[in-house]
């Protein structure tokens, strides 16, 4: 079957879309956040909300778009065994499943979020500003992750190549132990120091500071190329499981951006509670390797794509499991003072 949204015909609707994206962002920092402030639990809890609501109004148009469109496409007509009301469900779904799972891949990562802003002591009210800018990097660098990979994807050993990876990432995922972050061992740090003159005090909101008439990179800077780079590691896993779920470029490229357009309000939202979901990682680590089975065995079974209908439910049950096992499973070290 032919694409559903191929890129010569929808090119607009890239431009059209990261044009939206900007927007949302600039009015973001533009606005509501010019002045540099600790972001509350309440106010990020609404900008959660808000994140969530505009993904799935987004959803719902695409799914409207598609019911109107498909059945009028000619590229479509008299394609045997072509629904396009099936396929605009579908087409629903998988965005849903990419945004779900985009999201999930996240909260396991916020931790190391958090780490980046204890070592290099960035306060609160600064750390809205840092996540925003890292937020726009990642958002430039996943639109170059999802442009390869739907060159790559094509390809049914890269296919099932991806599979086997995030496999292998699933079950080091379950069973590693945790291991602590620390940046000072980083060679990313050794690196940025050697290239970049750093101060190791702030400069209220600047990222970089001229001092004697040279400049210098703020921690500011410093701790913003360190999330740019965990996003960069992030992806490696999260792209793929998107594909893994759809074939579909457009699917993957805007479920990819609004989940990531949440990061900020899910860090705010998550960095007081994160030892709270100690079992998530288990959840995740269950997505990582149905996608890869997904991928490698299951969709040869189900005549090329395995059932988007299942995959959410499955998805679904793993996270609100984890989730659920968190909050009535406490941490071991919780468990052990109570006793």
Same mark, same amino acid.
């Given at each position: &079957?032919?694409?559903?949204?191929?890129?010569?015909?929808?090119?607009?609707?890239?431009?059209?879309?990261?044009?939206?994206?900007?927007?949302?962002?600039?009015?973001?920092? =533009?606005?509501?956040?010019?002045?540099?402030?600790?972001?509350?639990?309440? $106010?990020?809890?609404?900008?959660?909300?808000?994140?969530?609501?505009?993904?799935?109004?987004? @959803?719902?148009?695409?799914?409207?778009?598609?019911?109107?469109?498909?059945?009028?496409?000619?590229?479509?007509?008299?394609?045997?065994?072509?629904?396009?009301?099936?396929?605009? =469900?579908?087409?629903?779904?998988?965005?849903?499943?990419?945004?779900?799972? $985009?999201?999930?891949?996240?909260?396991? @990562?916020?931790?190391?979020?958090?780490?980046?802003?204890?070592?290099?002591?960035?306060?609160?009210?600064?750390?809205?500003?840092?996540?925003?800018? =890292?937020? /726009?990097?990642?958002?430039?660098?996943?639109?170059?992750?999802?442009?390869?990979?739907?060159?790559?994807?094509?390809?049914?050993?890269?296919?099932?190549?991806?599979?086997?990876?995030?496999?292998?990432?699933?079950?080091?995922?379950?069973?590693? $132990?945790?291991?602590?972050?620390?940046?000072?061992?980083?060679?990313?740090?050794?690196?940025?120091?050697?290239?970049?003159?750093?101060?190791?005090?702030?400069?209220?909101?600047?990222?970089?500071?001229?001092?004697?008439?040279?400049?210098?990179?703020?921690?500011?800077? /410093?701790?913003?190329?360190?999330?740019?780079?965990?996003?960069?590691?992030?992806?490696?896993?999260? /792209?793929?499981?998107?594909?893994?779920?759809?074939?579909?470029?457009?699917?993957?490229?805007?479920?990819? &951006?609004?989940?990531?357009?949440?990061?900020?309000?899910?860090?705010?939202?998550?960095?007081?509670?994160?030892?709270?979901?100690?079992?998530?990682?288990?959840?995740?680590?269950?997505?990582?390797?149905?996608?890869?089975?997904?991928?490698?065995?299951? @969709?040869?079974?189900?005549?090329?794509?395995?059932?988007?209908?299942?995959?959410?439910?499955?998805?679904?049950?793993?996270?609100?499991?984890?989730?659920?096992?968190?909050?009535?499973?406490?941490?071991? $070290?919780?468990?052990?003072?109570?006793?």
């Amino acid at each position: &079957m032919p694409a559903l949204f191929p890129l010569a015909e929808y090119w607009w609707f890239y431009l059209c879309f990261t044009a939206f994206i900007m927007a949302l962002l600039a009015l973001d920092l =533009g606005l509501f956040h010019r002045k540099a402030h600790e972001v509350p639990f309440r $106010e990020a809890l609404v900008w959660g909300v808000v994140w969530v609501a505009l993904a799935l109004a987004f @959803n719902y148009l695409l799914y409207r778009y598609a019911l109107w469109k498909f059945p009028i496409d000619p590229r479509f007509a008299g394609l045997a065994g072509f629904d396009p009301q099936a396929a605009a =469900g579908k087409v629903a779904l998988e965005f849903l499943a990419g945004y779900i799972v $985009e999201y999930s891949l996240s909260v396991d @990562n916020m931790f190391v979020f958090l780490i980046i802003f204890q070592y290099f002591a960035i306060p609160p009210k600064y750390q809205h500003r840092v996540l925003f800018y =890292g937020i /726009v990097g990642a958002l430039v660098l996943r639109a170059l992750f999802i442009a390869a990979g739907a060159v790559l994807m094509r390809y049914h050993w890269v296919t099932v190549a991806f599979g086997v990876l995030l496999i292998y990432t699933a079950i080091k995922m379950a069973t590693a $132990e945790e291991a602590a972050v620390d940046p000072d061992k980083s060679l990313l740090l050794k690196l940025v120091r050697r290239v970049i003159p750093t101060t190791r005090e702030l400069h209220l909101a600047r990222f970089v500071v001229r001092i004697d008439g040279r400049l210098f990179a703020t921690p500011l800077l /410093v701790s913003l190329l360190f999330l740019e780079f965990a996003d960069m590691v992030f992806a490696l896993d999260s /792209v793929p499981a998107i594909f893994g779920i759809t074939k579909e470029p457009l699917v993957v490229f805007t479920s990819n &951006m609004f989940a990531i357009l949440g990061l900020r309000t899910l860090y705010f939202l998550l960095a007081g509670a994160a030892q709270r979901f100690h079992l998530l990682k288990y959840g995740v680590a269950a997505v990582l390797l149905f996608v890869g089975l997904k991928m490698v065995w299951l @969709n040869g079974h189900f005549e090329g794509q395995f059932p988007i209908s299942w995959s959410l439910a499955i998805i679904g049950a793993c996270i609100g499991t984890a989730v659920a096992a968190s909050i009535l499973v406490p941490p071991r $070290e919780a468990s052990d003072a109570s006793d």
